[in-house]
């Protein structure tokens, strides 16, 4: 019984096993770059990023058809536009970041969406919004695995100027002129998660694996590495509970998933360690020192 | 003498106004110097200035040779962000920049400092604590820490002691000591006169323009100081251009 439910349906269809190997990848790679969103205060900014990948997207779709390279090219492409414009707004003029990037995210989006109209159906909006987890092929998943990968390994090496530059940028000024690259390698790194996580999710879900578990992990760890491995520990059981959720309720696989990561969020804010609801409505006795 | 910092006619400012109007002259290596002044004189902007956070709007600075990692800089508002999860240790063992780079490892060796960073501020114990649990003082005392493993020759502290209690300030004073005490130079500046007076040997007396710059006795007349808290504040948005 206990098998049939919770086991059975990756052994026995291909198409689940794919789907839970993407979101483990997945989980891997967002969760991290996720965390470091949180606490630099940019965790809107992943949300608009995850927009303004669309009109890359769908000029590559309107190009290329459904075509992987020109999908993930054009992506990148639009993302890291953005995020460099806005960047670029935000030192030239009064305007701050956050208002320069929902002005592009806003104004992507809209062109997103046309573009897809103009040669696709419904169907391939939905794709792009929703994304298709459990048709990954061959060569996406390769792709989604290579940016988790990537993105571990350039973590590891921009992780002390990337915690600094959150903590006390003006002390990494001070002994380092690495703050500045160590950004941008951040934001690519944001682009690229946001690029693999489209693929599966749609860009306006792709944006659910990296937020959801950081902001659940906050309510549990003090620390960043603690917070980390709790982001990746519940992006991944978000996956499997919410595809075995699509499979035996038959709900869309992409949504079931981040409502599973929704309900993980939910928990943590009212039974949390780190001031969760609970623990500040039902206090525990103060200590003597 | 041989200088460690020399003013050569400098102008410091914002949008074309002075802060700092002026200013000739040179600190000299292992001095231990008070920069004085009411609020608005130029001293931030000075030690902004110092540490290559300001461009001159005219004049040199002129740090003889040293480079921006051989300097440790305490700002008046430290621009921290206290609601990050770091540990004290963690914070305090970045002034080992120098020593680890990007990429080195924190050994044995590097966390001893660490613990007699802590010890010598009085943290003992509070290794593992995160930033954020830390009253102001305690916070200060961590910057002091972070400053001693920077191991730099030239120290700079805007207002280190504003705003935290007489023991922390003796405590940290004592940490200033001992760096006069290795011959580095340290440069702060202070409101305390009484303090001025009796722990530092050279005084600038700032109020936009230097006022006095010399021995502390010299320097913190009546006559000077009421010279520098008649200084005008505002800046004048029709002022014509400076001549000289």
Known sequence: MLYSTLIAPFTEFEFMRRALAGILALALGAGPVGVFLMLRRMSLMGDAMSHAILPGAAAGFLLAGLNLFALTAGGLIAGLAVAALAGLVARTTELKEDAALAAFFLVSLALGVTIVSLRGSNIDLLHFLFGSVLALDDRTLVLIAAISSLSLIVLALIWRPLVLECVDPGFLRSVSRAGAPAHMAFLALVVLNLVGAFHALGTLLAVGLMMLPAAVARFWARDVSAMIAIAIATGIASGIVGLLLSFHAGLPAGPAVILTAGALYVGSVVFGRVGGLARRLAPRRHLEA | MTA???????????????????????????????????????????????????????????????????IAYLPQAADLDRAFPISVYDLVAMGLWRQTGLFGRI?????????????????????????????????????????????????????????????????????????????????????????????FPEVLLLAREPVAWGAAADVLTPDNLRKARHMCEAFDEAAAECAA
């Open chain 2, 4 to 70: 460690q910092v020399r003013f050569r006619d400098l102008t410091l400012g914002y949008d074309r106004h002075p802060a700092v109007h002026h200013l000739d002259g040179a600190v000299p290596r292992g001095a231990l110097m008070a920069v004085v002044g009411p609020n608005g004189a130029g001293k931030s902007t000075l030690f902004k200035g110092i540490v290559g956070a300001l461009a001159p709007l005219a004049g040199k600075i002129d740090l003889c040779g040293l480079k921006t990692r051989d």
């Open chain 2, 107 to 199: 050994g044995a060796r590097a966390g001893e400092q660490v613990h007699r960073a802590l010890a010598a501020v009085g943290l003992t114990g509070f290794e593992q604590r995160p930033i954020g649990s830390l009253s102001g003082g305690q916070m200060q005392r961590v910057l002091f820490a972070r400053l001693l493993l920077q191991d730099a020759r030239l120290i700079v502290l805007d207002e280190p002691f504003t705003a935290i209690d007489s023991q922390t300030a003796a405590d940290l004073l004592a940490v200033v000591r001992r760096w006069h005490a290795e011959e580095r130079t340290v440069v702060a500046a202070l409101h305390d006169l009484d303090l001025v007076k009796a722990h």
